[in-house]
């Protein structure tokens, strides 16, 4: 059985940092590229960042570049998103998904909230 589960969010004032941790289990993780998206509320859900299934390729949307880092250990069956600088506008619910030709596996997510 697929699970998702994503790990790390909380209330931060701007400026913070924070690492989300997405653990995954019941697929070959290794086989699959990993992205992360966040939903703001009362918007659509947006791509954030991408990572090939070797780890060796990254890419992020422009709104986040520079300050959202992605990473996984495919030995741990585990990816991450390090957020520097946080910004309000960075609150949402910060989504792991999992993607390839054989499936399409979401977490529940977690939620980002940067307020002072």
């Known amino acids: 059985q697929v699970h998702i589960v994503e790990s790390g969010g909380g209330l931060v004032q701007p400026g913070g940092s924070l690492r989300l941790s997405c653990a995954a289990s019941?697929?070959?993780?290794?086989?699959?590229?990993m992205r992360w998206y966040r939903q703001a509320p009362g918007k659509e859900r947006e791509l954030v960042a991408v990572?090939?299934?070797?780890?060796?390729?990254?890419d992020y949307a422009n709104s986040v570049k520079g300050r959202f880092v992605i990473a996984r250990d495919n030995n741990k069956n585990m990816v991450y998103l390090q957020i520097h600088n946080l910004k309000p506008e960075d609150t949402a619910v910060y989504y792991c998904?999992?993607?390839?030709?054989?499936?399409?596996?979401w977490g529940q997510g977690t939620q980002v909230t940067v307020s002072s």
């Open positions: 990572i090939t299934s070797t780890g060796r390729d990254t």
């Open positions: 019941g697929f070959t993780f290794s086989s699959f590229a």
């Open positions: 998904n999992a993607v390839s030709t054989v499936g399409d596996y």
